[in-house]
Each structure stands twice: as C-alpha cells, then as structure tokens.
C-alpha cells in the first residue's frame, strides 16, 4: 500500500517495533557492563581501574557520533545509516564477546558505541514522522519505555547473566535482537521523501571540532573523580581543550555554509527550553541511579546483583506510567503534565531523603516506584512538546541534538554526584568524628560497651581496645556516609522544583488534541 506521496505506508507500531528493538540494546549496553567489570578485569589479566575503560570508551565514542547522526542521515541515507548502525553494532557485540585481551575489548567497544550513537537520535526521528502529530505522544511513550527503562534494567540483567554464564553473554545477547532489529527495519522502513542530500560539500572542520570537545568533556567526565579532578594535569588539559574546542565549533557551526550540526534550531523558544529541561533531568536521573545503588551496597550491605533487582521498582513504575502517559497526552495540555512530573519527581527524592540506616526494601521501594510514575510524566510530555515546533526536514538534526544533550547532562550528573559524594562523606567523617572524645559521655559509653563485647567474645583486652575504636569508627563512617547521600537527594529534588517556572516558557503543541478535534 502506498500514500499520495508514493511513499510506502506501513503500519506505524510495526516501524516503532523495527526502531525500538536496537534502541533498547544500545542504551541497555551503557549500564549492563557495569556490575561485570570485576570478572572482566580476572578474566582478562587486568585491574579493575583499566577494566572500566570498557565503559569508558563505549560513552567516548557514543557521545561524538551523536550529535553527528542529523548530518550523516542527509548525507547517506537514512535507512541506510540506521541499517549500517545496527549491523555494525551487532557485529562489534559479537566482537566484544570474543574478546581474548583487555585491549582488544576496549577496541571493540569503541566500535560499539560509534555504531550504536546514531540509534537513539535515528529512531526518535522515525517515530515522530511515523506517527500523526496527535499520536505522537504515544510514540513518545513507547520511545520513552526504552530510553528510561533500559539504564534501570540494564544492572539487574548484566549481573544475571554473568553470575549464570558468564560477562562475554552480555554482549552475545545482543545478537538476535540485532538480527532482529536488522530485519524489521529493511522491510518496514523507509526514508522520506524530502530526506535528501542538498550537497556534495564536507564540514570536515566541524567533524574534527565536534570529536574534540565532545570526546575531551566526555573523557574528562568519566576520569574526573577518579584521578582527583583539578589535582590532575591530564584531566586540566582535557576540560580546557574541551572548551576551546567547543568554542572554535560554534564559531565554524556559524559560519560555514553546510554546517555538520544546524545550530540555528535553538532560536525555537520551545526547543532550546526543552533541551535545557531534559539536559537537567539527565543529570538528576542518571546522578541518582549511581547514588542509590552505592548506598544500597555501602551502607546497607546489599550484594551488586540484590541491588540491581532493589532498582527495579523505578522501572516498572516507568513501565506502567510511560504507556498511561501517552494515551492521556492528547486530552491535557502536556505542559501541565511535566511541572506535574517535575513535582512528583522532588517529591520522591525528598521521600529518599528521609532514608536512615535502619531502612527496609518496602522503605526503598515505593519513592523509586512513585520516581518512575513521575519520570514518565515528564519523560514523554517533554519529548512531544519539543519536538512539536521542528519542521520534519530538520527533525533528524534536532534530534540528535536533544539527545546528545541528555546524555551530556548524564554524564555530568555521574561525575558531580560521585565527586560531591566523597567530599561530603569526608567532611561530614571529620564533623562527626569530633564529637568522639574521650570528655563525651556518650562516646565514652559506646566504647566502653563495645570493648565489653569484643572481650565477651574472646579477644584480649588490648585487641578488644583496639577493635572497639575501629568498631566505633566504622559507625562514624556509616552516619556519615547516610547523611552525604540524605544531602544529595535534597540537592537533586530541589533542582527539580528550580526548573518549574521555565514550563512556561513552552508553548502547547499544535497536536496536543485528539484527532476529533481537527
């Protein structure tokens, strides 16, 4: 069946099933490496610092052919591209399992995630000209489930697999979902017929300028707290690098006649406030999804793959709130629904906030549960009222620019939460350390009865004295530590409610109202 147009017309949730599968294995792919680098690292012959160079490389490289994928969509073709994408993907997958040294991983995964960058942007850009523009909100759920759910799942699954067979499956099970994804999307989709190269010129400038700032930011990012930020010359020489580059970038997006990456899409208010927005829920997203399982495992001694499974429940509150909010999208002013999502989000952050060391599963439960209902409403409504103003010849280039954006926030909201992290536990050890003297009763008490029991249980005086500091000191480092995460929860959730006046500064999608309504 064709349209006046002479274009195939396909059934759209066929496409969204064709897009979907890949998205979901590549974003999976950025967190389900995670609780595996201990193996890799054994297995391998290396340490546990060089092992994460696994993830390292894969976000490296994602983020530089991100921003790129708008470009390369007009300039090859792009079913062309997503094809390409999905097969080198799938081949690198296969690669990475294979791997029989550390650095042939780390290579592979390069190739990984510079094949898998195009994906998300690509298939954001198919669903919305799939679909009308007052179903483009459910689009957006469906896009949504894999976008917010897969990062969530992706520990849970990674550390099944390598506790059950071992860390090369996390990369195998990419495969027939690959394949899958490759034949769907020779059949069903299509390229539209007003995506078509319009010049024979290369910004290669532009190329150079994107991968430098892009991959020194990202880099810098990754190995930030790791190597003690502005301690370190070689991550200075990263951030200032990035910064130049960036900068000569802007310049040359302006000035050259075929620009690599259209700029001039952020003069459109809605747009540019929506990039901010989701840049922001980026940082608060990804930052908490690092500080809850640290906490889980730190401090109330859950192993890697239990707290995994204890972070499910933001995935299925998203996986229930993501399709509800697509089908509601057309009867609200989605405006509304995102300073509802912005709302609900602070409000379970806080919720987590109140967290002491004496917490349940139930306690953890509900505001991750509540978190993901919340996400959705922001999630999807975001999405759709962004994309709403873009003329769908430049939807590819805005796409790619909202998500290299999310993920750049991600990043960022990694690497302050860790470094905020560490300084708060150290000053809140020392705040909380000088109340321990030998002139406080009560710290007089806790030894006391401490020595008492390590005594009890066969130690000799001078060892139990011994004992009962460190036992007593271990106790410090713990109501420390709950208080630095209680502090950043607040921090998160109050940057939540901070953005609700900039909903105003968005207007309403013109297909907000169901199809009766035209």
Known sequence: MTGQDGQRVVNPWIVAIAVMFATFMEVLDTTVVNVSLPHIAGNLGGTIDESTWVLTSYLVANAIVLPLTGWLART???????????????????????????????????????????????????????????ERGKAMGFWGLGIVVAPIIGPVVGGWLTDTYSWRWVFYINLPVGIASLVMTKLYVFDPPYLRRESSSIDYWGIGLMALWVGSLQLALDLGQERDWFSSRFIITLIVTSGLGLVAFLWRQWVAAEPVVDLRVFKIRTYSTGVFLMTTLGFVLYGSLVLLPLMLQTLLGYPSLQAGIAMAPRGMGSLIGMPAVGLLIGRFDPRKMVAIGLVVGAFTLFWLARLNLNAGYWDIFWPQFFQGLGLSALFVPLTTISMDPIPKERMGNATSLFNLMRNLGGSIGIAVTGTLLARKQQQHINLLGEHVTPYSAAATASLDSARQGFIAAGSDPVTATQQAYAAVFGAVQRQ???????????????????????????????????AGAH
């Not at 780390?106 to 523009?133: D, K, N």
């Not at 998160?492 to 297909?511: A, D, H």
Request: charged share 10%; proline share 9%; hydrophobic share 55%.
């Open 76 to 134: 090859f073709g792009r079913k062309r591209l997503l094809m390409t994408s999905v097969a080198g993907f799938t081949i690198s997958s296969l690669l990475c399992g294979l791997a029989p040294t550390l650095p042939l991983l780390v290579a592979f995964r390069l190739i990984q995630g510079a094949t898998g960058g195009a994906m998300q942007p690509l298939s954001q850009a198919v669903l919305l000209e799939a679909f009308p523009p007052h």
């Open 480 to 514: 420390a530590g709950m208080v630095s995460f209680v502090e950043l929860f607040t921090l998160l959730g109050i940057i939540f409610l901070l953005l609700l006046p900039l909903v105003l500064l968005m207007r309403r999608p013109k297909g907000a109202a169901p």
